[in-house]
């Protein structure tokens, strides 16, 4: 008997999880991606990109495609779709979890300035023009555009839009992972002097943040949002495991 499941992706967790569902003949997954990178890695499991159409879509599309289980494995920020998972899922009586990364923790050495959004970091990197290095992601940059005396170092994996808002900027495409001297070398290179960053947690991007500790440079950290009240997983295996745990649940209501 196959269980159908939808992994809500956009992490580096979904991909390894997508790895191993795709290994297994008894679980029917689809990955589903917020298509905001224009050309994401190819999965090896049915995968659809782009919005549900707001929780009301979400619930038909798993209602029309008679979702057994849904696996929450969306970037830490992507706090509307975690929402509107959690409403559905609890609307269908569906078996809904969370695969995230553990938040990073400042250690020895590190200067963090933690702040609430995106706004906070703008107004803590003060009045004195700097050059800041932006990772902040694409939807986060709008913020910025308050201080634009600043000289903005951004990285993106596509072109984001709106830049022109931010009139002193230079723009690096690349895709993680990084290496820490990569990354010390780019900050020295570019004298950087404040870095921004929301607190994604994984290994793919903590180069720069290592990075900036052996410089000595404070760094402006963006909290997560609080999580909602769903069961949260660390490990692609275990989220696997609890797939497999609910491959002979009855079917939910509504489906």
């Not at 008679?66 to 779709?81: G, K, N």
């Not at 269908?92 to 970091?121: C, I, S």
């Not at 500790?213 to 997983?233: D, H, Y």
């Amino acid at each position: 008997m196959t269980i159908r499941v939808l992994i809500l992706g956009g992490s580096s967790e979904a991909s390894a999880l997508v790895r191993l569902v795709a290994e297994r003949g008894d679980i029917e997954a689809t990955l589903s991606l917020a298509g905001r990178t224009a050309h994401p890695l190819a999965a090896p499991i049915p995968t659809r990109s782009g919005g549900f159409g707001g929780l009301e879509g979400l619930v038909n599309y798993l209602r029309h495609h008679r979702i057994e289980a849904v696996i929450d494995a969306t970037h830490p920020f992507a706090l509307q779709m975690s929402r509107h998972a959690e409403e559905a899922c609890a609307r269908l009586a569906l078996p809904l979890v969370a695969l995230t990364r553990a938040a990073w923790k400042p250690v020895a050495g590190d200067r963090w300035l933690e702040v609430g959004h995106a706004a906070d970091a703008v107004a803590i990197l003060g009045e004195v023009p700097s050059r800041v290095f932006l990772t902040v992601g694409r939807l986060s940059l709008p913020a910025f555009a308050a201080a634009p005396f600043h000289h903005y170092l951004i990285r993106a994996i596509d072109p984001p839009d709106g830049l022109e808002a931010l009139p002193n900027h230079e723009l690096i495409l690349a895709r993680p992972p990084f290496s820490i001297e990569g990354e010390e070398r780019l900050m020295r290179d570019k004298a950087i002097e404040f870095l921004v960053s929301k607190n994604s947690g994984g290994e793919a991007t903590y180069a720069k943040i290592a990075a900036a500790r052996r410089l000595g440079l404070p760094v402006v950290m963006i909290r997560r949002p609080k999580q909602a009240g769903t069961t949260t997983l660390d490990d692609p295996a275990q989220a696997l495991a609890w797939i497999e745990r609910h491959g002979r649940a009855p079917s939910p209501r509504g489906v």
